[in-house]
């Protein structure tokens, strides 16, 4: 099925189209994004939807999947470590007990259908119904997850916002506390939430928030925004992803898991450092506006883009 085309400026359409696995995204008739809602993957590699390829108007990729260190990073996905005793991200589990150790709790978050998928003047809309469950196949989260394609009108700018909001339920029979390896005792290795792992020409990029810039000194700051810079190979162009954060959004400004030396990745991660309860009844939500563009940002044109997306965020209900 392909939709209707979408304008945001006079000169370029989006639009999308399912064949069954997954939605992919073009601008203009070029794709810009990959939604693979029912993935083949092991169930070592907790198994869940991700974003790859996400790639700028220009053209350049802006993200890796399955890369050979850590298998598990799939583009950019919403991935939690230490859910209770599961773990949604991948890989061996982090505990006090056993440090990293292969746990047979590798859970798997399965798409259940969308609710709905509409397009309008702010872009694409799709609604997703998921459903958490452990290794063993028992129920876990109740997941309601919304996410948008839209293209950012700034002067000077080429760039889209992917939107992205879950509201994450318990269906457990018990409180479920959602950490991170830190919250278990590993010294800023906070990740889980909304993560992005970037090309390996990205290795060595610079980070960017309302403070300066900077590399691996972003690891576990709080600002309302960060963006990331790198270069790519074969084109030489360079690309930039900012992260922005609802203020809304529990706990906001939230940590960031951010590395630039070893490779590229940057992540929300409200879980750093300090365990939240889910209980049952009381849902947890968190809202992100993600964009990509192209070219390096000074100060200026960073406050700009993330202006743009707050302000897509606001009117995004």
Not at 105 to 114: E, L, R, V
Request: proline share 5%; hydrophobic share 40%; glycine share 10%.
């Amino acid at each position: 099925m392909t939709s209707p085309a979408t304008t945001l400026a006079s000169s370029t359409k989006l639009s999308y189209s399912d064949d069954g696995a997954a939605l992919t995204f073009t601008a203009g008739g070029q794709q810009i994004a990959s939604y693979t809602y029912n993935p083949t993957d092991a169930q070592y590699e907790s198994p869940r939807p991700y974003f790859h390829p996400l790639t700028t108007l220009g053209g350049d990729e802006v993200t890796i999947f399955r890369p050979w260190d850590h298998i598990w990073h799939k583009g950019l996905s919403l991935a939690l470590p230490n859910v209770g005793n599961d773990n949604f991200w991948g890989g061996a589990t982090y505990t006090r007990a056993t440090e990293y150790a292969d746990l047979n709790n590798n859970g798997a978050m399965a798409h259940k259908a969308f609710s709905s998928i509409s397009d309008g003047v702010a872009g694409i809309t799709a609604a997703e119904e998921l459903q958490w469950s452990s290794q063993a196949g028992d129920p876990v989260i109740a997941e309601k997850r919304r996410f948008n394609i839209q293209l950012l009108d700034v002067p000077g700018a080429r760039a889209w916002a992917l939107l992205f909001e879950t509201e994450i339920s318990n269906i457990s029979p018990a409180p479920i506390s959602i950490g991170s390896p830190t919250t278990e005792g590993r010294e800023n290795a906070g990740y889980g939430g909304l993560f992005w792992r970037g090309p390996r020409s990205f290795t060595g990029g610079q980070f960017r928030s309302a403070a300066g810039t900077g590399t691996d000194e972003f690891m576990g700051s709080r600002s309302e925004w960060l963006a990331f810079t790198g270069r790519h190979d074969q084109s030489c162009h360079a690309s930039t992803i900012t992260f922005v954060e609802d203020s809304a959004n529990l706990g906001a400004p939230n940590q960031w898991f951010a590395r630039s030396s070893m490779f590229a990745c940057l992540g929300s991660s409200p879980f750093f450092s300090e365990a939240v309860l889910l209980q049952a009844g009381d849902p947890l939500t968190y809202r992100y506006a993600v964009v990509i563009s192209d070219g390096e940002v000074d100060q200026e044109s960073a406050e700009l883009l993330v202006g743009a997306a707050k302000a897509a965020l606001g009117a995004w209900v």
